[in-house]
T-cell receptor
Framework: ETGVTQSPTHLIKTRGQQVTLRCSSQ?????VSWYQQALGQGPQFIFQ???????GRGNFPPRFSGLQFPNYSSELNVNALELDDSALYLC??????????????FGNGTRLTVT | DQQVKQNSPSLSVQEGRISILNCDYT??????FLWYKKYPAEGPTFLIS?????DKNEDGRFTVFLNKSAKHLSLHIVPSQPGDSAVYFC????????????FGSGTQLTVLP
């Protein structure tokens, strides 16, 4: 059983640029969430995708967008990068079968640095 | 507005002794709580969880206690081992929020040999 994999592991971008981060869900998982973890803080929820549709969003501006594909892999896109976007971006997958409480399984993250 | 707070950024414990990590929350709508462990350069790993209908859940060396009236939960690790050294995150969610977890800022646990 493969776990959650994210690419790339590290990325350096310039302010104003756009970035795409990728995630492959754990086998059998149909729900993917993205989190931003700034230095010294806990992860913050960005959004969640289920059946290729966004079904939950945290307090992040519209320049943060995402996609989920039929194979349950996912992308996080950030436009017009700002210095404060520098963080570790974590992808997490889970199985959603109604009101179950299966925990999130996280990938190792992508470290984004905006200069 | 931090809804989940871990007020101790770090904790050091001797190997074999008990580690107690604390977490406070303010949102009374939270009904499910989780603890995650994070090693450097890795993603958080699920450790243990508790539903708001319980006050204790145990899994091997790890026990989580929930005090709803005080809006407080704690993670006990007994006995502590050097391999337990990591950052521990407390997280919470409401039943209507699917997989949206609200995390605390974490506590760095160091278990000294």
């Amino acid at each position: 059983e493969t776990g959650v994999t994210q690419s790339p592991t590290h990325l350096i971008k310039t302010r104003g640029q756009q970035v795409t981060l990728r995630c492959s869900s754990q086998s059998g998982h149909n729900t993917v969430s993205w989190y931003q973890q700034a230095l010294g803080q806990g992860p913050q929820f960005i959004f969640q995708y289920y059946r290729e549709e966004e079904n939950g969003r945290g307090n992040f501006p519209p320049r943060f967008s995402g996609l989920q594909f039929p194979n349950y892999s996912s992308e996080l896109n950030v436009n017009a990068l700002e210095l404060d976007d520098s963080a570790l971006y974590l992808c997490a997958s889970s199985i959603d079968r109604g009101r179950n409480n299966s925990p999130l399984h996280f990938g190792n993250g992508t470290r984004l640095t905006v200069t | 507005d931090q809804q989940v707070k871990q007020n101790s950024p770090s904790l050091s414990v001797q190997e074999g002794r008990i580690s107690i990590l604390n977490c406070d929350y303010t949102n009374s709508m939270f009904d499910y709580f989780l603890w995650y462990k994070k090693y450097p350069a890795e993603g958080p790993t699920f450790l243990i969880s508790i539903s708001s209908i319980k006050d204790k859940n145990e899994d091997g060396r790890f026990t989580v206690f929930l005090n709803k009236s005080a809006k407080h939960l704690s993670l006990h690790i007994v006995p502590s081992q050097p391999g337990d050294s990591a950052v521990y995150f407390c997280a919470a969610r409401t039943s209507g929020s699917a997989r949206q977890l609200t995390f605390g800022s974490g506590t760095q646990l160091t278990v000294l040999p």
